[in-house]
């Protein structure tokens, strides 16, 4: 398959975007350098809560190359408004959620280790660091509030939200599920921790704004997910400019996760920065910043009960979760541990009634926002980690417990909001069992064992929402914004194409597979195809890419184009051709006269449409461009079963995962390559948070992992080659039948790891990250215990 | 742009990169990172931390690994660099540079140079009949966020041994 040839639908067509990205000739923020351009440097908090009363930053001003230093008396000065949270949760009492006020540069507090007290603007990088050390700011140190679980008894951190709660929200039938716990033969009952995790995309963060004095205009290159958001908070609610005299750039972007959806302080600053010095003004992260500053996932403490019947059968499934929100509300932090969460709580499950209460807490800490998978790691998690315990209390097989509860009907209305349109949860478990050779798992604990190693194997059968998402249905649950997407195809005279897509492109391929679509419907080689994304000038608007939407909602709306394309193509083809437009097939890149062997081929009918001679312009516009918004139906439901073997050495602690097995329902699979190498590295961040990645904050709200000699990565030799495979049921909500694949290693993986370890360490309570340390306490513990039985 | 005062010295610099001798006027704590970036415009090297961890910053320095955020542009005065831009030839991609397309190596690409830098240095080190478990370990120093090294393993085995075959077919 090379590029000049036509990609069908469901080949492994090699990526058009390789070739810069392999030579060195990506374009990255960083990589970008603006005439006149001068460097920001962000004085940084260093107390984890402080009352600022004053900042003096005369010393600073006269240091050498200082261009400017503004604070937050100059943001409050200019009506700059704060950052903001762009879903409204209300509690169960009613009351809608506490936002906390979160200005761009600190007003009168700091609220965590690297809030943003001041940025100094120099001619280097270097200036503008020494002029930073000289700024002498007055803080009165508050007490901190790092721990989660004391969140409430600590120092109120925002004057609006007593006991640091921003929202105690309910999702299901609290009475139904009391009642199915009154006549439950089983109960169990679970405590959780969901690891705080820094997402560490490789390219750190970055920005550079500059203002156009002569159009009044401004202009941001930054690393974003979803520039036109950007765009559209930054006008609308922080003001920096009108939505047409802002325009938001997201060039190459070297990875995402979540973590380059929000609106971050460092672009807004850089942004209205760029006027006020008059000077184009550059910032990039280090990765200290990027530690200190990324919005961080998870981290939630849950309490679970599930009830159960005499036959093995789930009554109700109960949880109370307290979600750790940092210090501010970040730009789509609310809907995180609640509709993203408790909205999967029913698992690939028959559960008749569900009953969850989220209390979301401000703490000290960087705030906490969507992570690859966001919510639904943390109720995978969750219902995968209580359904082994349940299965071993009960003493049935873990595989067999869960195909017993398998919703096996579809639709399948919930619980808990959402409605399941098609799966085959059965089928993946079957093959997952087949592939990691289930049935032989005893011979080679056996086998393990006589070698002084304990072996586990662990199971974990996910469902996620993804194809992100019906407006209407999100309106309903408190979206400030739609979550439809657009595209735009122009057929340019000459017969090639040019995709316009709202769906920004990170590392997930979009230049190839969106170009593959193209390709396959008209017929043309892919190599004529172009997609542009990431500029607010170039396309018109776009929701951007998280929630594994851009296949399920990114391509619907280009589907949607490429018929608009072919219906005026018919058109015009037919009129050429003077045939009725009824007659004209359209097939293979060529238009056909049915049953007969006139016709013509793509590239005639586009110069045609753009010559305009053989039809009637009354009738039918010049020109071959069009449009779609595409807004889905539901949400998709990728779901799947992931099974992980572990072999422990009970002398050092460490794991070595030795099988890692993974079967997913994707839907239609537009490119099996790609598709492949997202869950590969969804799974290695699912093993990560598992075994080796933990955010630690100390008592007094200092972040102690800031670097990565601190925060463990997981690297080559920590993980092994794993096995893929796909099942396929069609996504019925979407015209290509997709239903997302970006998350799902994240989601899956580490109930599944935990699992394991819980089979080989012989005990439930195994807590993330597991590291050696920890293992090796339980493998001793356990080693005990035997001894004792 | 205007002079900033600064009291030390300027160094003159020269070394080859990419084949091109190039000499500079330097402040003495230049990185060498920061020189092929900022005075070369070669972008292709990245900086993806602060700690010599993550090995987006990997160029060849008189043939050797050498991550460039940790060494000073003065050390490398008068040595041969190569970095991400300079791999293909006129007759094409570097055999390494096509196995991480062809095995999809790469995700964002933002790793990816210092990813092929070492998988050279590996095969320069090791020969190019590289196993997973050797790969996997000689990866130590670079880290990727998007891939779980699933392909990257597999494209490094297959780029080395297609430098292998090339290195065969040439001595024949």
Same mark, same amino acid.
């Given at each position: 398959?090379?590029?000049?040839?036509?990609?069908?639908?469901?080949?492994?067509?090699?990526?058009?975007?390789?070739?810069?990205?392999?030579?060195?000739?990506?374009?990255?923020?960083?990589?970008?350098?603006?005439?006149?351009?001068?460097?920001?440097?962000?004085?940084?908090?260093?107390?984890?809560?402080?009352?600022?009363?004053?900042?003096?930053?005369?010393?600073?001003?006269? %240091?050498?190359?200082?261009?400017?230093?503004?604070?937050?008396?100059?943001?409050?000065?200019?009506?700059?408004?704060?950052?903001?949270?762009?879903?409204?949760?209300?509690?169960?009492?009613?009351?809608?959620?506490?936002?906390?006020?979160?200005?761009?540069?600190?007003?009168?507090?700091?609220?965590?280790?690297?809030?943003?007290?001041?940025?100094?603007?120099?001619?280097?990088?270097?200036?503008?660091? /020494?002029?930073?050390?000289?700024?002498?700011?007055?803080?009165?140190?508050?007490?901190?509030?790092?721990?989660?679980?004391?969140?409430?008894?600590?120092?109120?951190?925002?004057?609006?939200?007593?006991?640091?709660?921003?929202?105690?929200?309910?999702?299901?039938?609290?009475?139904?599920?009391?009642?199915?716990?009154?006549?439950?033969?089983?109960?169990?009952?679970?405590?959780?921790?969901?690891?705080?995790?820094?997402?560490?995309?490789?390219?750190?963060?970055?920005?550079?704004?500059?203002?156009?004095?002569?159009?009044?205009?401004?202009?941001?290159?930054?690393?974003?997910?979803?520039?036109?958001?950007?765009?559209?908070?930054?006008?609308?609610?922080?003001?920096?400019?009108?939505?047409?005299?802002?325009?938001?750039?997201?060039?190459?972007?070297?990875?995402?996760?979540?973590?380059?959806?929000?609106?971050?302080?460092?672009?807004?600053?850089?942004?209205?920065?760029?006027?006020?010095?008059?000077?184009?003004?550059?910032?990039?992260?280090?990765?200290?910043?990027? *530690?200190?500053?990324?919005?961080?996932?998870?981290?939630?403490?849950?309490?679970?009960?599930?009830?159960?019947?005499?036959?093995?059968?789930?009554?109700?499934?109960?949880?109370?979760?307290?979600?750790?929100?940092?210090?501010?509300?970040?730009? *789509?932090?609310?809907?995180?541990?609640?509709?993203?969460?408790?909205?999967?709580?029913?698992?690939?499950?028959?559960?008749?009634?569900?009953?969850?209460?989220?209390?979301?807490?401000?703490?000290?800490?960087?705030?906490?926002?969507?992570?690859?998978?966001?919510?639904?790691?943390?109720?995978?998690?969750?219902?995968?980690?209580?359904?082994?315990?349940?299965?071993?209390?009960?003493?049935?097989?873990?595989?067999?417990?869960?195909?017993?509860?398998?919703?096996?009907?579809?639709?399948?209305?919930?619980?808990?909001? %959402?409605?399941?349109?098609?799966?085959?949860?059965?089928?993946?478990?079957?093959?997952?069992?087949?592939?990691?050779?289930?049935?032989?798992?005893?011979?080679?604990?056996?086998?393990?064992?006589?070698?002084?190693?304990?072996?586990?194997?662990?199971?974990?059968?996910?469902?996620?929402?993804?194809?992100?998402?019906?407006?209407?249905?999100?309106?309903?649950?408190?979206?400030?914004?739609?979550?439809?997407?657009?595209?735009?195809?122009?057929?340019?005279?000459?017969?090639?194409?040019?995709?316009?897509?709202?769906?920004?492109?990170?590392?997930?391929?979009?230049?190839?597979?969106?170009?593959?679509?193209?390709?396959?419907?008209?017929?043309?080689?892919?190599?004529?195809?172009?997609?542009?994304?990431?500029?607010?000038?170039?396309?018109?608007?776009?929701?951007?890419?998280?929630?594994?939407?851009?296949?399920?909602?990114?391509?619907?709306?280009?589907?949607?184009?490429?018929?608009?394309?072919? =219906?005026?193509?018919?058109?015009?083809?037919?009129?050429?051709?003077?045939?009725?437009?009824?007659?004209?097939?359209?097939?293979?890149?060529?238009?056909?006269?049915?049953?007969?062997?006139?016709?013509?081929? *793509?590239?005639?009918?586009?110069?045609?449409?753009?010559? =305009?001679?053989?039809?009637?312009?009354?009738?039918?516009?010049?020109?071959?461009?069009?449009?779609?918004?595409?807004?889905?139906?539901?949400?998709?439901?990728?779901?799947?079963?992931?099974?992980?073997?572990?072999?422990?050495?009970?002398?050092?602690?460490?794991?070595?995962?030795?099988?890692?097995?993974?079967?997913?329902?994707?839907?239609?699979?537009?490119?099996?390559?790609?598709?492949?190498?997202?869950?590969?590295?969804?799974?290695?961040?699912?093993?990560?948070?598992?075994?080796?990645?933990?955010?630690?904050?100390?008592?007094?709200?200092?972040?102690?992992?800031?670097?990565?000699?601190?925060?463990?990565?997981?690297?080559?030799?920590?993980?092994?080659? *794993?096995?893929?495979?796909?099942?396929?049921?069609?996504?019925?909500?979407?015209?290509?039948?997709?239903?997302?694949?970006?998350?799902?290693?994240?989601?899956?993986?580490?109930?599944?790891?935990?699992?394991?370890?819980?089979?080989?360490?012989?005990?439930?309570?195994?807590?993330?990250?597991?590291?050696?340390?920890?293992?090796?306490?339980?493998?001793?513990?356990?080693?005990?215990?035997?001894?004792?039985? | 742009?205007?002079?900033?005062?600064?009291?030390?010295?300027?160094?003159?610099?020269?070394?080859?990169?990419?084949?091109?001798?190039?000499?500079?006027?330097? /402040?003495?704590?230049?990185?060498?990172?920061?020189?092929?970036?900022?005075?070369?415009?070669?972008?292709?090297?990245?900086?993806?931390?602060?700690?010599?961890?993550?090995?987006?910053?990997?160029?060849?320095?008189?043939?050797?690994?050498?991550?460039?955020?940790? %060494?000073?542009?003065?050390?490398?005065?008068?040595?041969?660099?190569?970095?991400?831009?300079?791999?293909?030839?006129?007759?094409?991609?570097?055999?390494?540079?096509?196995?991480?397309?062809?095995?999809?190596?790469?995700?964002?690409?933002?790793?990816?140079?210092?990813?092929?830098?070492?998988?050279?240095?590996?095969?320069?080190?090791?020969?190019?009949?590289?196993?997973?478990?050797?790969?996997?370990?000689?990866? /130590?120093?670079?880290?990727?966020?998007?891939?779980?090294?699933?392909?990257?393993?597999?494209?490094?085995?297959?780029?080395?041994?297609? %430098?292998?075959?090339?290195?065969?077919?040439?001595?024949?």
């Amino acid at each position: 398959m090379n590029d000049s040839t036509v990609t069908p639908i469901g080949a492994a067509v090699r990526r058009k975007e390789d070739q810069r990205f392999i030579t060195g000739k990506g374009r990255y923020t960083d990589d970008l350098s603006r005439p006149g351009q001068a460097f920001a440097y962000f004085l940084r908090s260093p107390h984890a809560h402080a009352t600022i009363r004053g900042i003096d930053t005369a010393a600073a001003k006269a %240091m050498p190359g200082v261009v400017g230093i503004l604070t937050g008396a100059d943001l409050a000065a200019d009506k700059i408004g704060d950052l903001i949270c762009g879903w409204l949760v209300t509690s169960k009492d009613g009351t809608p959620m506490h936002m906390g006020s979160h200005p761009a540069l600190a007003k009168d507090k700091v609220r965590y280790v690297g809030d943003h007290v001041a940025v100094v603007i120099a001619e280097t990088l270097d200036a503008a660091k /020494d002029a930073a050390a000289a700024i002498a700011v007055d803080y009165e140190v508050l007490p901190a509030v790092a721990d989660l679980a004391a969140a409430d008894a600590g120092a109120q951190i925002h004057d609006n939200a007593p006991r640091n709660i921003s929202y105690e929200w309910e999702l299901g039938d609290k009475a139904a599920t009391e009642a199915a716990f009154a006549r439950a033969a089983h109960v169990t009952k679970i405590d959780l921790v969901n690891n705080r995790l820094a997402p560490n995309a490789m390219e750190p963060r970055a920005a550079i704004g500059e203002y156009d004095a002569g159009d009044e205009a401004y202009t941001l290159w930054t690393t974003s997910q979803n520039p036109h958001v950007a765009r559209l908070v930054l006008s609308a609610f922080v003001g920096i400019a009108p939505e047409h005299k802002l325009r938001v750039i997201a060039p190459d972007v070297g990875g995402g996760f979540g973590s380059k959806i929000f609106i971050y302080a460092e672009e807004t600053v850089c942004t209205w920065a760029a006027k006020k010095v008059g000077r184009p003004v550059k910032w990039t992260a280090d990765r200290s910043e990027a *530690f200190l500053s990324d919005a961080h996932g998870r981290d939630h403490i849950s309490h679970a009960e599930l009830a159960t019947d005499a036959a093995g059968k789930i009554l109700g499934f109960k949880v109370h979760t307290r979600a750790n929100l940092g210090a501010y509300m970040s730009t *789509f932090s609310s809907c995180i541990p609640t509709y993203l969460y408790a909205t999967l709580l029913s698992g690939q499950y028959a559960i008749p009634a569900i009953h969850c209460e989220v209390d979301a807490f401000y703490t000290t800490t960087a705030p906490v926002d969507a992570y690859r998978g966001a919510g639904r790691p943390e109720a995978t998690f969750l219902v995968e980690r209580i359904m082994d315990k349940a299965a071993r209390e009960l003493a049935i097989d873990p595989a067999e417990f869960r195909r017993r509860n398998f919703v096996t009907q579809f639709p399948h209305q919930t619980p808990v909001i %959402m409605n399941y349109d098609a799966g085959d949860y059965g089928a993946s478990l079957d093959l997952a069992l087949e592939m990691a050779d289930y049935k032989g798992f005893p011979a080679r604990r056996a086998e393990a064992e006589a070698r002084g190693k304990l072996r586990g194997i662990g199971l974990s059968n996910y469902i996620e929402a993804c194809g992100i998402a019906p407006s209407a249905a999100v309106g309903s649950l408190g979206a400030g914004v739609g979550l439809w997407e657009s595209a735009e195809v122009r057929v340019n005279p000459t017969g090639n194409v040019e995709v316009l897509t709202g769906s920004h492109s990170h590392g997930q391929g979009h230049e190839t597979t969106f170009a593959q679509l193209v390709s396959a419907r008209l017929g043309i080689p892919i190599d004529q195809v172009s997609v542009v994304h990431g500029d607010t000038d170039k396309v018109q608007f776009g929701m951007g890419t998280y929630g594994s939407r851009s296949g399920a909602v990114g391509m619907s709306a280009i589907v949607k184009a490429l018929d608009k394309v072919e =219906a005026k193509a018919k058109k015009i083809a037919a009129h050429i051709l003077e045939a009725a437009e009824g007659d004209i097939e359209f097939k293979d890149g060529r238009f056909t006269v049915a049953g007969t062997d006139r016709s013509l081929a *793509f590239a005639e009918v586009a110069l045609n449409a753009y010559v =305009a001679h053989k039809f009637p312009t009354s009738e039918i516009e010049p020109g071959l461009k069009e449009g779609a918004f595409y807004d889905p139906t539901n949400f998709t439901f990728p779901a799947g079963c992931h099974i992980c073997e572990v072999e422990v050495d009970p002398e050092t602690g460490v794991t070595r995962i030795v099988n890692f097995t993974a079967v997913d329902d994707f839907g239609v699979v537009i490119n099996p390559m790609i598709v492949e190498g997202q869950v590969h590295g969804g799974i290695a961040q699912g093993v990560g948070q598992a075994l080796l990645e933990g955010v630690t904050y100390d008592a007094d709200g200092q972040l102690v992992t800031g670097s990565y000699m601190d925060y463990t990565m997981p690297r080559a030799d920590d993980l092994p080659s *794993f096995k893929l495979g796909l099942t396929q049921t069609r996504c019925p909500s979407n015209p290509l039948g997709i239903k997302g694949c970006g998350e799902a290693g994240a989601i899956a993986a580490p109930a599944a790891v935990i699992n394991a370890l819980a089979d080989a360490l012989g005990t439930q309570d195994v807590p993330m990250p597991a590291t050696p340390a920890k293992v090796w306490a339980l493998a001793k513990t356990r080693a005990v215990r035997q001894a004792a039985e | 742009m205007p002079e900033i005062a600064n009291t030390a010295a300027k160094v003159a610099v020269a070394m080859t990169v990419n084949g091109r001798l190039v000499s500079a006027e330097l /402040d003495p704590r230049t990185l060498l990172v920061q020189f092929l970036r900022e005075k070369l415009l070669l972008t292709g090297t990245h900086v993806g931390c602060d700690t010599s961890q993550c090995g987006a910053c990997v160029v060849h320095v008189d043939g050797a690994a050498v991550k460039s955020c940790t %060494m000073l542009a003065i050390q490398a005065d008068g040595m041969s660099v190569t970095t991400i831009e300079g791999l293909a030839g006129a007759s094409g991609l570097h055999p390494m540079q096509e196995a991480f397309r062809e095995h999809h190596g790469l995700q964002c690409g933002f790793c990816t140079p210092g990813m092929i830098m070492t998988a050279l240095d590996m095969v320069a080190r090791l020969g190019p009949d590289l196993d997973e478990a050797t790969i996997r370990e000689n990866l /130590d120093g670079n880290l990727c966020r998007c891939t779980g090294y699933h392909n990257i393993v597999k494209a490094i085995g297959a780029g080395a041994a297609a %430098m292998g075959a090339g290195a065969k077919v040439a001595a024949e």
